[in-house]
């Protein structure tokens, strides 16, 4: 979501923060800011829509100044405006700050502290600036203290002082930051690819911890001002990871990477036929888990409905699957003999975190499958699978869900494996499967292919509706590819277990809607041509995802796209590719803003 940079140190803060926010993008805005100190006085400059409109409105002022804080919102209290972008200062001008998440006792806060204050937006942010001067003793460090002990809700939050400017002071709760280690120099940003062209060397801030960031270095302390020794990590891939690299967006660049990815998720866990992970779990603690939840949202929630048929096919295990911003309120049943499995791109999904911390209250282990090393959900899970799908910039999903996926299937076999199930040969055929995945990816991403998902693209881009539907697997794999077509191309699209499409659905299906089905799985397969048929009587258009070599299909269709074939029970991870192929070019056909998709965020960092 919101995008936060902070500089200190013997460069222009203006360059370092536009640069930085440049960087930060793809993480959804609607507006952006800055704030540097100049002699006594804090100065401000923000801007309604893309950070361009901030770059022009400061290009003449020449501004410079050794310390600075920026911002990229994306609205959550009032509406997006040049008054309600950050930073927001308080009423006396001598504080700034930016910040990520929501006060959620922002109108009590007004009330019983600053009732006689003139606020000059909506937001609830502006609170923190105005609290900061209505607490201030002289000592900036301790002033941050007061103000969050009075703060409910989550943030990350980066402010300046006029009078104290050669320091900056960040603090998190529930929303992400990483700090930046520099010679003479330090930074603070909501995500690494702000930091990458000025230094590798970084620190994840905990719950709770103060960050004082100078020219001579950063000191993290405690909530009692007691100085904290932290663990520096460097970061392995490099700024060229987080570009273009001659790919129109970053979507279709993220596309053409997954053979490669496929590898290094794969690589170095298959030795022997087995699965080995950086943990180690016996067999005593395996069958003591009676029950395994999976919890995530949006893409990953996809991902783990294929999670759920694995696990369960494989350790014969009973799996739910629960979207996270339902899971904590409805009182699950948890305690030592449940398992339960997060999954998060980001590793910083507000939901997902809350989940996570519900099921540690409850005596439950919970294994992390996420993509960024450091993040909240990896440092507080007991066992973490790193998906390895380096920086996914696009806010839609492709990558990081497909190696979700083989993250799954390794974790199923490694579950069987540990148990002691009598399904060696399965769980070897599945390993094979899976070996092939990266080969067999890249001979689908040739020119003939895109064309063709091209010719289909230009036939959706005057549709108002979209159904998706499959079964069993293929189920699965329709909801992610209905939410990758309404994210981007911003066409109402629906995934259906074409079964019950008798049950309600058929009375929307008519010869103006195309319907995308998925029937690549083959023991659904004589249940989804049934299903194809009915809505062919209903004249709908239907482009059926297919096993190459599968003739019968076409005989019934109006256009099929093959996948080449590989195990079955691993084929979700080839039927994607063409169902993301097709939203990518759908949204281009129409116009649309494909790697900053309207009203979304790349990582949620707020319920």
């Known amino acids: 979501m919101c995008g936060i940079v902070g500089y200190i140190g013997k460069r222009n803060a203006v360059d370092v923060m536009l640069q930085g926010l440049s960087k930060l993008e793809y993480r959804g805005y609607d507006s952006s800011g800055i704030a540097i100190v100049q002699g006594s006085e804090v100065l401000v400059n923000k801007a309604e829509g893309k950070l361009v409109n901030l770059q022009n409105k400061i290009e003449d002022l020449h501004l410079e100044s050794s310390i600075g804080i920026g911002h990229t919102r994306w609205a959550t209290h009032g509406r997006p405006s040049d008054y309600n972008a950050h930073p927001h200062t308080s009423q006396n001008g001598k504080f700034a700050v930016v910040h990520n998440g929501i006060v959620e006792n922002y109108l009590r806060l007004k009330e019983t502290y600053l009732a006689d204050e003139v606020f000059t937006s909506e937001t609830d942010t502006e609170v923190v600036a105005h609290l900061l001067e209505k607490f201030y003793n002289g000592s900036f460090e301790e002033t941050v203290v007061k103000v969050l002990d009075v703060l409910e809700g989550a943030y990350a939050l980066v402010m300046i002082c006029a009078d104290e400017s050669d320091k900056i002071i960040a603090c998190r709760k529930d929303s992400p930051m990483v700090l930046g280690i520099g010679d003479g120099e330090s930074f603070i940003a909501s995500d690494v690819p702000a930091l990458l062209a000025y230094t590798r060397e970084c620190m994840y801030i905990e719950q709770g911890e103060l960050c004082v960031l100078t020219q001579d270095g950063i000191t993290i302390k405690n909530h009692a001002l007691e100085v904290i020794d932290k663990e520096v990590h460097t970061i392995e891939w490099d700024a060229e990871a987080a570009e273009k690299d001659g790919y ?37 603690q395996v069958n003591s888990w009676n029950k395994i939840y999976i919890v995530a949202c949006g ?8 999670g759920k048929a694995v696990i369960e096919k494989l350790a014969r295990i009973p799996v739910e699957v629960e979207i996270a911003s339902e899971f904590r309120y409805r009182e699950p049943m948890l305690d030592e003999h449940t398992l339960v499995i997060v999954i998060s791109q980001s590793g910083e999904t507000a939901d997902t975190v809350a989940a996570l911390r519900e099921a540690k209250k409850n005596g439950c282990k919970v294994m992390a499958v996420t993509n960024v090393v450091g993040s909240a959900i990896a440092r507080e899970s007991d066992y973490v699978i790193y998906i390895w799908a380096g920086p996914e910039i696009s806010v839609a999903s492709t990558k990081a869900y497909t190696t979700m ?36 990816a890249e001979t689908m991403l040739t020119d003939a292919y895109l064309e063709q998902i091209q010719k289909a693209a230009e036939g959706y881009k005057d549709a108002n509706d979209i159904f998706f539907i499959g079964r069993g697997l293929d189920w699965a794999i329709a909801l992610e590819g209905s939410l990758k077509l309404k994210e981007i191309s911003y066409i109402h699209a629906e995934a259906y277990a074409a079964g019950e499409l008798k049950h309600g659905t058929l009375a929307l299906v008519t ?45 019934f269709v109006d256009e099929t796209i093959a996948i080449p074939r590989i195990h079955n029970f691993v084929a979700p991870v080839l039927a994607v590719i063409p169902l993301q192929l097709i939203s990518y070019y759908t949204a281009k056909v129409r116009g649309c803003e494909i790697d900053q998709p309207r009203n979304l965020a790349k990582s949620v960092t707020v319920e």
């Open 248 to 284: 129109e967006h970053f979507m279709l660049k993220e596309i053409f990477e997954q053979p490669t990815v496929f590898k290094k998720t794969i690589a170095g866990r298959i030795h022997g036929g087995e699965v080995q992970f950086d943990f180690d779990l016996s067999a005593e």
């Open 299 to 306: 893409t990953a929630y996809h991902a783990g409905l294929v």
């Open 405 to 440: 996926l083989i993250a799954e299937y390794l974790l199923g076999v490694y579950l069987a494996q540990q148990k002691g199930m009598d399904n060696g040969a399965l769980r070897a055929e599945i390993l094979e499967g899976l070996q092939h995945l990266p080969d067999i």
């Open 511 to 555: 010869d103006e809607t195309p319907v995308i089905a998925i029937c690549v799985q083959d023991a659904t397969y004589d249940k989804i041509a049934s299903n194809i048929k009915e809505v062919k009587a209903r004249e709908a258009n239907v482009l059926a995802i297919i096993n190459e070599g599968d003739e019968e299909t076409q005989k």
